[in-house]
């Protein structure tokens, strides 16, 4: 999830490897990214996206500093919504059923959503 008004620190590692001057396939070769201490990604989706400050901070050898609380106004990708949307303890393809509705536990197509339009 991306933390409300963090959009303009959200890094790809292609990003993260522009900064260091180096390819994405050194980037991963190197398994920096997957060091102990490197940030999480803020996401579980095939494009890893990561908080542009934490990783910053790590590379400079700082403290990385830790995300804010949860907001109304996170983004959550298309997994993080669908999980709010589905009554607890089901699962993906039986959410609508559980709903009693053919539209319940749809998410729309756009990449990220606003936690407070899901409520």
């Known amino acids: 999830m991306i933390r409300a008004g963090r ?3 959200v890094r790809t590692l292609a990003d ?6 180096i390819t994405v396939q050194t980037l991963l070769n190197s398994g920096q990214h997957q060091q102990e201490g490197f940030p999480a990604p803020l996401n579980a989706g095939r494009t890893r996206l990561y908080d ?3 990783v910053e901070a790590y ?10 609380a949860a907001d109304h106004d996170d983004l959550l990708d298309r997994q993080e919504a669908a999980a709010l ?3 607890p303890g089901t699962k993906h393809k039986t959410a ?6 053919t539209s319940a536990g749809r998410v729309p197509t756009q990449q990220a959503r606003p936690r407070r339009t899901l409520s």
């Not at 993260?16 to 001057?21: E, P, R, S, V």
Request: aromatic share 0%; no cysteine.
């Open 52 to 54: 542009g400050e934490q």
């Open 16 to 21: 993260l490897a522009a900064q260091q001057g």
């Open 85 to 87: 949307r589905r009554p």
């Open 59 to 68: 590379l400079a050898g700082r403290p990385v500093p830790p995300l804010p």
């Open 7 to 9: 959009q303009h620190l």
């Open 96 to 101: 609508q059923a559980a709903a009693g509705s």
